[in-house]
Nanobody, 123 residues
């Protein structure tokens, strides 16, 4: 059973930066496609970033492209989301997710989820 634990959320002013971390345990780290999703109050969940098993394929929606960077550290079994130039519309609960299938992640149906971490961007 894969366990995902997020950290690093908080309150930041618009234009600021945060780095989210996701500790991965219970599975073979490089067997999983890793992703970050977010969900704001009253809005649908959004795939925010994904990275393939070997790290060669990375996807971002246009809403965060150029501002957010996903990365992974296979030695530490960690996944990160560096968020720069934050905007109030980035305010959401951010979730780390994993699945062995890239398709499952891109279809927003990964098998494993973290508990989420709140990011609030003030204007």
């Amino acid at each position: 059973q894969v366990k995902l634990v997020e950290s690093g959320g908080g309150l930041v002013q618009a234009g600021g930066s945060l780095r989210l971390s996701c500790a991965v345990s219970g599975g073979t780290f490089n067997s999983y496609v890793m992703a970050w999703f977010r969900q704001a109050p009253g809005k649908e969940r959004e795939l925010t970033a994904s990275i393939s098993r070997q790290g060669g394929i990375i996807n971002y929606p246009d809403s965060v492209k150029g501002r957010f960077t996903i990365s992974k550290d296979s030695l530490k079994n960690m996944v990160y989301l560096q968020m720069n130039s934050l905007k109030p519309e980035d305010t959401a609960v951010y979730y780390c997710a994993a699945d062995q299938s890239l398709g499952a992640v891109l279809n927003e149906r990964p098998a494993y989820w973290g508990q989420g971490t709140q990011v609030t961007v003030s204007s």
